[in-house]
Nanobody, 127 residues
Framework: QVQLVESGGGSVQGGGSLRLSCAAS????????MGWFRQAPGKEREGVAG????????AYPDSVKGRFTLSQDNAKNTLYLQMNSLKPEDTAIYYC????????????????????WGQGTQVTVSS
């Protein structure tokens, strides 16, 4: 019903920046939430940014707060994640996610609240 395609990953040095993009297609009219999640080898998947797509209100965990910023371009059905001051511990595969269910709004950083996922894009931060 919804397709998500991430882009913008790559390798950077510590302190550098990247901007990830997530292009949504299909039936996106009723989406309530979109967000970014990451998973490093041997670690659980964690939310790094979530958005109520109607209001634009965002949520971030303490680990990225002040460094990562979500934004959206409604005309292009695209979600962006600007990542600044990157650290080696940010290294992971980053996934875009979306969901229609109103319940996702209050739990935007919880992976189990999202049904639609992109293929992932690798972010590697060297020391």
């Amino acid at each position: 019903q919804v397709q998500l395609v991430e882009s913008g990953g790559g390798s950077v040095q510590g302190g550098g920046s990247l901007r990830l993009s997530c292009a949504a297609s299909g039936y996106t009219y009723s989406l309530n939430c979109m967000g970014w999640f990451r998973q490093a080898p041997g670690k659980e998947r964690e939310g790094v940014a979530g958005m109520n797509t109607d209001t634009g209100i965002t949520a971030y965990p303490d680990s990225v707060k002040g460094r990562f910023t979500l934004s959206q371009d409604n005309a292009k059905n695209t979600l962006y994640l600007q990542m600044n001051s990157l650290k080696p511990e940010d290294t992971a595969i980053y996934y875009c996610a979306a969901d229609f269910r109103p319940s996702c709004i209050s739990r935007r950083l919880s992976p189990e609240m999202y049904n639609y996922w992109g293929q992932g894009t690798q972010v590697t931060v060297s020391s």
